[in-house]
């Protein structure tokens, strides 16, 4: 939908004019990658972007004019939404993270900002979401979980302490270290931030912020820090920020070290040259040039050069190659700035080997401030580095075998699936799960077990390609991800190769054990391009188990069309019969009048299910999913008998309205149709048969021509008449019409919808009211959402609709209070038809105003200037042409047509300087909108000019 269009429907739905704040708001929202929708004041979607209806598996149409509780999941209290209508009902912006429930069922986490839009009164009338899918850190955050007590050993045995920080610099977890440099409980620190653990007034906050940054682009940084223990105890530490992946999640693991001892030991070098001489650390000294004064016993024993072979000799002699220039030209700017810096460096040993080291080097100044000398202390930080390998490695992989764990497999999975995408490739994906091993472990032990568990992977990894994936889940499950397949038959020989290798026997000591594996396979891409890994892996479970109940020993290849198509529909179907077996199926009903006169002409029977609490689901919903299942017949059924109970009720009110009910051309299609709708009649004594209307689809009617009609003439004979649904968008020709004897047309909505848009539709309202004049038909427009589209279609000589303009679906006992009070509005009561000859005006008019609001909207950004403003121009132009010639001689037509050309060569002009970017482009727009302005009134008087 087009910005100018979305905010003209969301503004006529809340009853507003055009609104400022709604604009900026709704442009703000509609960034590239953000998921957006607007709702109303009672949280019926207005509008949802595509991003939007990517996350949430629903179609834009599935989605528009639903309670935002369609997507409820149940995981959040009812309090929570309190505290959230609260906020946004007082105008406030709010802030937070839900669990929706996706169409299929599935569940996702978004962080979500919902901003108010006030309206005349100031109170809120629109609601715009901005939205982010964060439903890969919440699986993160449950797989670290899970995983977590299988390497806290690990965790805690590394004596520095380790903090695990996510993106926003939050504790995950920590080690033993932090309970014994801190003084507190490990818990406490989980969801705390550094600023808890900070000494107030110590700390560069703006600094930490960006070396915190700095290490999240995979830089890894090291700092000073000053802490505050439990007892209130302050303290110097320095911490080592290096990126990560923690189960699964990107994360920022912190190693510090409390350097208090450190801190003394630089103060005392200055006093004291024992204690010098005995710094762990490795201290260097240099001039102001870099030119080695000095240096201590540890500088030897770490670099492995004597004393005397670097006295006088440059530091940049114990450079490596890892670091280019600019680095160490950002390390003199930062002493320059601060008199020190703290990092991480590769080094160079005497030998030529490179070493890590952490280093800190500070400016030492005269009383005048002047730089005498550097100080640096380093240590060689080889061990922790190492310690950090085995960690992300026991973080990633199972512990028995050394194969990726479920962690790892997901983001490989993940890397995977994107590149065969990209590449045009299949990928692949075998879910191994091993037959007999059971009786193995529980006859011989878990020891033996194992062996046969390590043995097993070292097979399944040498049937394997080189760049494919084998990760183990636990137990005796295992799965393997097999990319760059030039199709599904390629992974046939080496599904095969897996199958084979697996059945050969395993010696363990004086042993022969044979198993088998029962392999369960999945391919991707595939139609659902919202796939995400831990889905394919389930679809390869489900296949596996198919191998295992067809005998073991094989493999199963996984049908995704055909399960999702299932799956979907049965889901749908068992709870329509379940719905049918509770009564939960409602029928609303939507009035139809004349739109000049006010009389209410009768009003059609809606079908609504009445989930229990929630909020009714539409036909659109359901139906489609039971189209051609015995359940349709039976629904379409039902439907005929509230309706008919219904209309029956009124008239004993002493109110006759006529219910039309839809019915299907699977209801036409039943040999005793016509009997049935007779035996109905006959069910409810008192009610006339012009009391029901049936209303069937053009394309349905069109599909047997001659049955359709043939069973039409049957019904009319027994006093129920027919109108023809969704009118304009079949073939709608002279022929079927004339040998369908429908008593009504009804437009179809999408050409009500783009009156104000499309003057095109013009022609074909003109034209649907030609036939039907033709034939004796009445014709009806659906869909009628606005005042202005209702003045266009009385000018047209339409004076029969329905829509929200005039009154939404209600359940009947409204209907009679409905009745009451309703009036036209003022505007279509004064509303006079136009001839024929003046429908190329209405035209002109129509288009220019639709070109104009696509000016203002280029010119202010919204949307790309030559998209849509100089199509317009051009279609004005054909409808500029398309005035009869016979009333060109009128003075104002000549002025209309002048003032139309004027004000389009002004509209180029101001294109032309908003594609410059001239800043005062948008000042230009006054003059074309009250041109404009005086265009449309011009217009409206011819079309009120009579003949010539």
Request: proline residues 4%; contains cysteine; aromatic residues 6%.
């Amino acid at each position: 939908m087009r910005i100018e269009a979305l905010v003209e429907a969301v503004a006529n739905s809340a009853g507003l004019v055009q609104h400022p704040a709604l604009l900026d708001a709704v442009l703000e929202a509609m960034d590239e990658h953000a998921i957006v929708a607007v709702t109303d004041r009672g949280g019926r979607i207005l509008y949802a972007n595509r991003k939007f209806c990517e996350l949430s598996r629903y179609e834009r149409h599935e989605l528009i004019g639903q309670d935002h509780r369609i997507l409820a999941s149940g995981h959040h209290p009812r309090g929570f939404f309190r505290q959230m209508w609260a906020t946004i009902g007082r105008g406030q912006s709010w802030r937070g993270t839900f669990c929706n429930r996706a169409k299929d069922g599935s569940l996702y986490w978004v962080q979500s900002t919902i901003v108010p839009v006030a309206g005349e009164d100031g109170r809120p009338v629109l609601y715009v979401a901005l939205r982010t899918d964060v439903s890969d850190l919440k699986a993160a955050e449950r797989s670290a979980q899970e995983s977590e007590a299988s390497f806290r050993s690990l965790f805690d045995s590394v004596q520095e302490t380790v903090y695990v920080q996510a993106d926003d610099g939050t504790f995950l977890a920590v080690n033993a270290g932090a309970e014994r440099m801190y003084g507190l409980p490990r818990d406490w620190f989980v969801g705390k931030t550094p600023l808890d653990v900070a000494a107030p007034g110590r700390n560069d906050l703006a600094a930490l912020g960006a070396i915190h940054a700095r290490a999240l682009t995979g830089e890894p940084q090291c700092f000073e820090f000053w802490g505050r223990r439990g007892d209130g105890s302050e303290f110097p530490k320095e911490v080592h920020l290096t990126r990560g992946v923690w189960f699964g999640r990107p994360v920022i693991f912190a190693l510090a070290q409390d350097i208090s001892a450190r801190k003394r030991d630089e103060a005392s070098l200055r006093l004291a040259a024992s204690v010098f001489a005995h710094a762990n650390e490795a201290i260097l000294v240099t001039n102001r040039d870099g030119v080695v004064l000095e240096v201590n016993e540890a500088f030897c024993r770490i670099t492995g050069y004597a004393r005397e072979e670097v006295l006088g000799k440059r530091s940049t002699v114990l450079r490596s190659d890892r670091q280019g220039r600019e680095y160490f030209a950002l390390v003199q700017q930062t002493l320059d700035q601060t008199g020190s810096w703290t990092g991480e460096i590769w080094g160079r040993r005497r030998d030529g080997r490179v070493f890590p080291v952490r280093q800190t080097v500070s400016a030492v100044r005269d009383d005048g401030g002047q730089i005498l000398h550097y100080v640096s202390l380093f240590y060689d930080i080889t061990d922790l580095k190492e310690q950090e390998k085995q960690l992300q490695h026991r973080a990633l992989h199972d512990v028995l075998t050394g194969l990726p764990n479920r962690g790892l497999l997901a983001e490989r999975l993940r890397q995977a699936m994107t590149e065969s995408v990209r590449a045009g490739t299949t990928l692949a994906v075998a879910y191994l799960d091993l037959d007999g091993f059971k009786e193995i472990n529980d006859a011989q032990g878990h020891e033996t077990g194992d062996r046969v568990l390590v043995e097993l992977a070292r097979r399944f990894q040498g049937g394997l390609r080189t760049g494919d994936t084998l990760a183990r889940l636990g137990g005796d499950e295992f799965v393997a991800v097999m990319p760059e397949l030039d199709g599904q038959s390629q992974s046939l020989p080496l599904l095969d190769r897996l199958v084979e290798v697996v059945s050969r026997p395993i010696e363990i000591g004086d042993l022969q054990l044979r198993v088998s594996a029962s392999i369960g396979v999945t391919f991707y891409p595939q139609a659902d391009a919202t796939l995400e890994p831990d889905q394919l892996v389930r679809q390869a479970d489900q296949a596996m188990y198919k191998a295992k109940q067809s005998g073991k020993g094989r493999y199963h290849l996984f049908d995704a069309e055909q399960d999702r198509v299932l799956r979907g529909r049965f889901d749908v179907i068992e709870q329509v019969r379940r719905a049918l077996e509770r009564d939960e199926f409602r029928l609303h009903y939507q009035p139809k009048v004349n739109l000049r006169s006010g009389e209410v002409l009768g009003v059609e029977a809606l079908l609504r299910w009445m989930v229990p609490g929630a909020e009714p689901r539409l036909p659109d919903e359901f139906l489609p999913q039971v189209e051609g299942h015995a359940l349709e017949l039976v629904l379409g059924q039902r439907v005929l008998e509230m309706a008919a109970a219904q209309a029956l009720s009124w008239r004993r009110q002493g109110l006759r309205l006529p219910v039309s009910v839809n019915v299907s051309a699977a209801q036409l299609d039943q040999p005793e149709f016509t009997a049935g709708l007779s035996a109905l009649l006959a069910r409810h004594p008192g009610l006339q048969p012009e009391d029901l209307e049936l209303e069937v689809l053009e394309t349905s009617a069109l599909a047997d021509l001659d049955r359709t009609a043939a069973l039409i003439f049957d019904c009319h004979r027994i006093g129920v008449h027919f109108a023809l649904d969704d009118f304009g968008t079949g073939y709608s020709s002279l022929s079927y019409l004339k040998r369908l004897p429908v008593r009504q047309l009804k437009i179809d909505r999408s050409f009500v919808r783009d009156l104000l848009d499309d003057a095109d539709n013009l022609a074909i309202l003109d034209s649907v009211q030609g036939l039907a004049r033709a034939f004796a038909r009445e014709v009806i427009a659906e869909g009628v959402e606005s005042l202005e589209q209702g003045e266009i279609l009385l000018r047209m000589g339409c004076e029969l609709a329905q829509g929200y303009a005039i009154a939404r679906p209600m359940p009947p006992e409204a209907i009679a209070d409905w009745i009451a009070t309703w009036r036209p509005d003022r505007r279509w009561q004064r509303c006079p038809p136009i001839r024929r000859e003046a429908i190329p005006t209405l035209a002109l008019l129509v288009g220019h105003r639709a070109w104009l609001r696509s000016l203002q909207a280029a010119v202010h950004g919204a949307v790309a200037i030559s998209s849509q403003v100089e199509a317009r121009h051009a279609r004005c132009g054909q409808w500029l042409g398309a005035q009869p010639d016979e009333r060109e001689t009128l003075l104002e037509l000549q002025r209309a047509i002048e003032l139309h050309r004027d004000i389009h060569r002004q509209g180029d002009a101001l294109l032309a300087r908003a594609r410059r970017g001239e800043a005062g482009a948008r000042s230009g727009l006054a003059t074309i909108e009250q041109q404009s302005e005086a265009l449309a009134h011009t217009l409206e008087a011819l079309l009120d000019h009579p003949a010539p």
